[in-house]
């Protein structure tokens, strides 16, 4: 990957701060140059990265990196839980406007960042999904079976969400932070994804896609995503439509439904 600094479209308000949310599983080969990419994007961040147990020295770059990056925060879990369980760690934890996602593995470039928080600094989205299947950026052309299944996740997960998404396995996910902080995170693993769709469709939240560039890794260079991480993720659009339509929103939800209604008429 060849991608340098970000430039930011001048209609993104430069006052903006973005909670970056990394989980970090065993990520030597790739974690010093993703942070420093993230940490290379010109906006006010933060960058939360969540060592989940890691047995090889990620945990040891991630100090190193915490002494010279005053922007990174470190937080560990006490044993491997998954990244759905990072993931709860680490959006608790954030404090910026926004919150985005952002893998250890360098699959996905921080430059599209200003992409993704175009429609969110606007006050048109309260989420925003970065999509491998738009846009003219690259995208590394890998395994045909793996896009048939993702398509096929994305196409249940429309159907059982009546919203019209392209990519809803993408790792690219962008939040308002009072958003994502009122939404309650049950997957520990790879569950998260289509968990969050469901609860976000549901909540009739402002979606909105951007297309972005994919630079992913073949088996031999680390992939570790498996037919069974699929099944899982199909049983978890079912379980979570269930759950929903019987759950009725908390009152902190209304509260962000209020809120959000209130951006909008001030937007
Ligand atoms: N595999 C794995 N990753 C974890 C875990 N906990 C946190 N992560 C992190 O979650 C992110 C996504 O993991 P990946 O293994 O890249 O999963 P993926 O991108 O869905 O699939 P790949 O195609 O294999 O890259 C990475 O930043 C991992 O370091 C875990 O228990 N297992
Ligand atoms: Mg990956």
Sequence with gaps: MTAGPASIPDKLAPHIKLSVV???????????????????????????????????????????????????RVLLQPRNMGKGAALRRGIAEATGDFVVIQDADLEYDPADF??????????????????????AGPHRVLYFWHSVGNRLLTLVSNCLTNINLSDME????AFRREVIQTIPIEENRFGFEP??????????????????????RTYEE?????????????????????????????VSEQTSKSTRSATSRSS
């Design 22 to 72: 990394m989980p970090v599983y065993n990520e030597r080969a790739t974690l010093r140059t993703v942070v420093e990419r993230v940490l290379a994007v010109p906006l006010d961040i933060e960058l939360l990265c969540v060592d989940d147990g890691s047995i090889d020295d990620s945990v040891e770059i991630l100090r190193d990196l915490e002494n010279r990056y005053p922007q990174l």
């Design 114 to 135: 200003h992409q993704l928080l175009g429609p969110l600094s606007e006050g048109k989205a309260d989420v925003v999904f970065g999509s491998r299947f738009l846009g």
């Design 170 to 173: 993408t790792c690219y996910k």
């Design 195 to 216: 968990e969050i769709t469901v609860k976000v469709a549901r909540r009739n939240l402002r979606i909105y896609e951007v297309g972005i560039s994919y630079w992913g």
């Design 222 to 250: 680390g992939k570790k995503v498996g037919w069974k991480d699929g099944i899982r993720a199909f049983y978890c659009l079912f379980k979570y439509s269930l759950k929903e339509s019987i759950a009725k929103p908390s």
